[in-house]
């Protein structure tokens, strides 16, 4: 008889440990196959850009595309001959070769032009918008000049008829660059002219000459021989005393009056 020997020990098994497979290494591309890849991306691109040169030699030599109308809007003193010779659009150019950024840059050299955009309507117009400059007073350095509302000096047409507008004085004015200066009491002055027209006052009061002083006080003067005195400070709350003080002043036709609205909401008025 056999005996079996049990053993009273205990042997813990042995752990498992997972082993990650090893990812199988593709075969590199033979030197063919990247050849034959690199020969069909460069045939592509061939083919490519000898459609977009074919398409491009069409659009830039078929008569579809040559401009035969050049329109121009909103002219005052120019004449559409005059926008033509000083920008140099001239009918039967390529639409596609007119860069509408170097017209607008040849309108703009023009003194009296304010503003100017170019538009390319396909397949063969032109649009011309012309802003001109308005004049908005004059000024005496030697002689009388006519300056828009920016201070800039106006030629030519611009200056016929501007008898009527107010004059701008000063002791410090000067004519230089095509520009009224110096620059801040210019800026100044020519702020007063345009609040002065939001609230329908430059006519009503009949303005003709803006006085600038060295102090900044500008003093103003009307046909009927008002004299008013506003200070840069605070322009639109003195503009807005002057408004309510315009139809007592529009009453007072026999007397001068002379107006400080620098010391506003108390406004002394005085009479000559």
């Given at each position: 008889m056999s005996w079996v020997e049990l053993s009273s020990s205990f042997k813990p098994g042995i752990?498992?440990?997972?082993v990650k497979a090893r990812k199988r290494k593709s075969a590199a591309p033979s030197p063919g196959k990247n050849r034959r890849r690199f020969y069909g991306f460069t045939l592509y691109i061939l083919v490519l850009a000898g459609a977009v040169a074919a398409i491009r030699r069409v659009l830039l030599t078929t008569q579809y595309f040559e401009v035969t109308s050049i329109e121009i809007s909103n002219l005052q003193t120019f004449s559409?001959?005059?926008i033509l010779e000083i920008s140099g659009l001239e009918p039967g150019e390529n639409i596609?070769?007119?860069?509408p950024a170097i017209y607008r840059d040849?309108?703009?050299a023009e003194t009296n032009i304010e503003d100017a955009a170019v538009f390319r309507i396909f397949p063969d117009t032109l649009r011309v918008n012309i802003l001109e400059r308005q004049p908005r007073a004059r000024v005496r350095y030697g002689r009388y000049?006519?300056?828009d509302g920016w201070g800039v000096v106006l030629r030519g047409e611009k200056e016929r008829g501007a008898e009527n507008l107010p004059l701008i004085s000063g002791p410090r004015l000067s004519v230089s660059d095509g520009r009224l200066h110096p620059a801040g009491e210019v800026a100044d002055c020519l702020?007063?002219?345009r609040e002065l027209d939001?609230?329908?006052l430059t006519l009503a009061l009949e303005i003709t000459e803006i006085a600038i002083s060295r102090s900044g006080v500008m003093d103003i003067k009307t046909a009927s021989g008002h004299e008013v005195r506003i200070s840069r400070d605070n322009m639109i709350e003195q503009l807005e005393h002057l408004r309510a003080l315009l139809p007592h002043l529009a009453g007072e036709r026999d007397r001068r009056a002379a107006v400080d609205l620098r010391y506003y909401p108390n406004v002394p008025v005085r009479y000559r």
């Amino acid at each position: 008889m056999s005996w079996v020997e049990l053993s009273s020990s205990f042997k813990p098994g042995i752990p498992r440990v997972k082993v990650k497979a090893r990812k199988r290494k593709s075969a590199a591309p033979s030197p063919g196959k990247n050849r034959r890849r690199f020969y069909g991306f460069t045939l592509y691109i061939l083919v490519l850009a000898g459609a977009v040169a074919a398409i491009r030699r069409v659009l830039l030599t078929t008569q579809y595309f040559e401009v035969t109308s050049i329109e121009i809007s909103n002219l005052q003193t120019f004449s559409e001959e005059d926008i033509l010779e000083i920008s140099g659009l001239e009918p039967g150019e390529n639409i596609f070769r007119v860069n509408p950024a170097i017209y607008r840059d040849r309108l703009l050299a023009e003194t009296n032009i304010e503003d100017a955009a170019v538009f390319r309507i396909f397949p063969d117009t032109l649009r011309v918008n012309i802003l001109e400059r308005q004049p908005r007073a004059r000024v005496r350095y030697g002689r009388y000049y006519t300056i828009d509302g920016w201070g800039v000096v106006l030629r030519g047409e611009k200056e016929r008829g501007a008898e009527n507008l107010p004059l701008i004085s000063g002791p410090r004015l000067s004519v230089s660059d095509g520009r009224l200066h110096p620059a801040g009491e210019v800026a100044d002055c020519l702020t007063l002219l345009r609040e002065l027209d939001a609230r329908d006052l430059t006519l009503a009061l009949e303005i003709t000459e803006i006085a600038i002083s060295r102090s900044g006080v500008m003093d103003i003067k009307t046909a009927s021989g008002h004299e008013v005195r506003i200070s840069r400070d605070n322009m639109i709350e003195q503009l807005e005393h002057l408004r309510a003080l315009l139809p007592h002043l529009a009453g007072e036709r026999d007397r001068r009056a002379a107006v400080d609205l620098r010391y506003y909401p108390n406004v002394p008025v005085r009479y000559r």
